[in-house]
């Protein structure tokens, strides 16, 4: 299956600022997500974004979606040292409830 | 605890030889998947079963079979191992007609 691109590959910042990662997809959608991995763990859903919706917060997570550049970005606000992990997107492809995934965004958080 | 758990969390084994992971959640969910992560970190689909019924089956090797007993549970068997197939491999499940996944915390194999 196609994977959608993720930007940058890795990030790192210093604790308390934010961390921007930006993913582009290739296909129409209903829906995108972002996930967090943490080291050694398996992936933890964070947020969904619907195609009719352009922005949608969570906590410090902030998730825009532009459908007509067919891409999306997933703002951290105030970042935390905690929130070192891998970060991906995920597109839906329309039918099974199957999946593209993103390569993966790898952000480290410096205290 | 309600989770998609996984085991064995290692498994270190020689070529040629044949290995099966198991897979339980216990969140009431009606799909599951196998995902293999490589060492890149590029999640790939296997596997989805729906209600014990195979529905997606990605190109992988007949070496590959899983197999769903109920839909609690989605056990993947893996004959002749080879050293291609060292990875991390992930369980995961969703509620009827919903994206979010959910996944278990991953079997690392080393195949030597």
């Known amino acids: 299956s196609q994977q959608g691109e993720e930007d940058p590959q890795a990030l790192s910042i210093q604790e308390g600022e934010n961390a921007t990662m930006n993913c582009s997809y290739k296909?129409?959608?209903?829906?995108l997500q972002w996930y967090r991995q943490n080291s050694g763990r398996g992936l933890v859903h964070l947020i969904l974004i619907r195609s009719n919706e352009r922005e949608k917060h969570s906590g410090r997570l902030r998730v825009t979606l532009d459908t007509s550049k067919k891409s999306s970005s997933l703002l951290i606000t105030a970042s935390r040292a905690a929130d070192t992990a891998s970060y991906f997107c995920?597109?839906?492809?329309?039918?099974?409830?199957?999946?593209?995934w993103g390569a993966g965004t790898k952000l480290i958080i410096k205290p | 605890d309600t989770a998609v758990s996984q085991t064995p969390k290692y498994l270190v084994t020689q070529m040629g030889n044949d290995k099966s992971i198991k897979c339980e959640q216990n969140?009431?969910?009606?799909?599951m998947y196998w995902y293999k992560q490589d060492s890149k970190k590029f999640l790939k689909i296997m596997f989805s079963y729906n209600n014990k019924e195979l529905i997606i089956n990605e190109t992988v090797p007949n070496r590959f079979s899983p197999k769903s007993p109920d839909k609690a549970h989605l056990n993947l068997h893996i004959n002749s191992l080879e050293l291609g197939d060292s990875a991390v491999y992930f369980c995961?499940?969703?509620?009827?007609?919903?994206?979010?996944?959910?996944f278990g915390p991953g079997t690392r194999l080393t195949v030597t």
């Open positions: 995961a499940s969703s509620p009827p007609g919903r994206y979010e996944q959910y």
């Open positions: 995920a597109t839906d492809a329309g039918s099974n409830y199957q999946l593209i």
């Open positions: 296909t129409s959608i209903n829906n």
């Open positions: 969140l009431g969910h009606d799909t």
